[in-house]
């Protein structure tokens, strides 16, 4: 692969940007990508090679909790530099034939997109040639209604996802949205959130005076208390 070619296969959007436009062939029929899912979030994420174990267990987990992510107003789109008629088969004998953690008959109900030509991927920078030049990386974007990225994880080829973290992450920035704040490490809902930062001289000196609903180590680090329930039923669709 030539120097043009490997720059071309690791250019990847960044947080913040317009996720790039993409028509393609899916085990769901066609899709036009993002305009299509405007007004949902989606995880668009991309795996190795089908019919390979890691894969296997990571879309067996995934179409086991899809139900919970579209509660969340959160769909679902896979995608593999293999072919359509690959991707059936594979799905076919996931369901038909596969048991992981107990889980068995999984059907894979989300898009899994053709991506013969790496078109796509190499859009996203799912190619990293450093650890294959031919199959795409475990790479994961979390998109928002507007079609902007909002977040950017990516895995080598040997090292399966944690739904349950892609999960939280969907939550949290959901949260941070409605809600103004940020989240601290290893947050889950019902945890205290983090208050922005007071932004003047008075506004820091009036924050630690009062600290009203609100606990303040320092000027710059106070934290609330938001119930798990209140923010679920405000960020879950009923």
């Not at 994420?45 to 992510?69: G, L, N």
Request: some cysteine.
């Amino acid at each position: 692969m030539d120097t043009q070619n490997i720059a071309e296969a690791v250019s990847m959007p960044r947080i913040g940007d317009k996720a790039p436009s993409f028509k393609a062939v899916t085990t769901q029929g066609e899709i036009n990508f993002p305009e299509q899912y405007s007004g949902s979030w989606v995880i668009l994420f991309s795996h190795p090679a089908d019919f390979t174990p890691v894969c296997t267990t990571e879309f067996i987990t995934f179409a086991s909790q899809e139900e919970k992510f579209a509660a969340a107003n959160c769909k679902l789109i896979g995608l593999s530099v293999d072919g359509l008629y690959s991707h059936i088969a594979w799905l076919r004998t996931i369901k038909e034939k596969i048991e992981y953690k107990g889980m068995k008959n999984v059907e894979v109900n989300f898009p899994l997109i053709e991506d013969i030509t790496m078109e796509v991927a190499r859009k996203y920078g799912m190619i990293q040639p450093g650890e294959s030049s031919t199959k795409a990386v475990r790479a994961v974007f979390v998109i928002d209604p507007k079609g902007i990225i909002r977040t950017i994880i990516y895995y080598p080829l040997s090292l399966g996802r944690n739904f349950e973290e892609l999960y939280r992450v969907v939550i949290a920035l959901q949260t941070a949205d409605a809600f103004s704040i940020a989240t601290p490490a290893d947050w889950q809902p019902g945890d205290e959130v983090i208050v922005p930062a007071a932004v003047s001289y008075g506004a820091a000196k009036e924050r630690m005076e009062e600290q009203q609903d609100m606990t303040c180590y320092d000027w710059f680090f106070c934290t609330k208390k938001i119930d798990k329930e209140e923010i679920l039923n405000t960020i879950l669709k009923k």
